[in-house]
């Protein structure tokens, strides 16, 4: 004997379609926005990433602020005096706490140590102290210029995260070098029709400079 088919069947079949495309696009949604959504906290007090920077870092501040907020995390800041040495008595006194990364920067032409404890102490004495204090990653940004600085150094050998741009800005000490477009870049476009950007300029890092450096740093802290 032959059942006859229920006329519901097709109709119930034709929606499930547009429900489960609906729903497809809501968990890509939720993906994209949940670092945003789930514990971020307020930057003045409990941000998700804490960036102790000076010099090009600063000056950067409103470019590395909206990168990290585009992927959702919020973003406290505080502007060192300087020295590594001085930086321990600096981290005692904030009232941020970060959850997720502390991310620092100290310009190297400014930055010697000036007290009694040799480089590699001190970087050491600085990542306990940080990590005790925050408990969360720390990252080091290096790289932005050719000066070294051997603090970077022992922080990385005691087991800090470096972000190196060095590579996305091109040649140390060069002004207004021509550097090849990545798919994010404003291009500029040279007499043959070919796309760069300019770095660095006499002042520092451009807003494209910026730009790079605050991806790396992106990078780094996801």
Known sequence: MDVPLSPSLPVAKSRRGPFLLVVAIFAVVLYWWWPGL?????PDTDPDVLVIANGAIADAREVVSRRLREEGFTVGWDTPRGAWCDLRGEIDALNLNPSKAVVIFLDPLTSASNCDLGDELLAQRILY???VRFGARVLVVTGLDAQTDPVVNHLERAGATIVNPSSLLGESGLSDEHLGCLWWDDCLIDASGVGY???RDENGLTMA???RVARAIVAGVQ
């Open 209 to 211: 400079g910026q730009q």
């Open 197 to 199: 950007v300019i770095v």
């Open 38 to 42: 789930a514990g971020a906290g307020d």
């Open 129 to 131: 102290q940080l990590q």
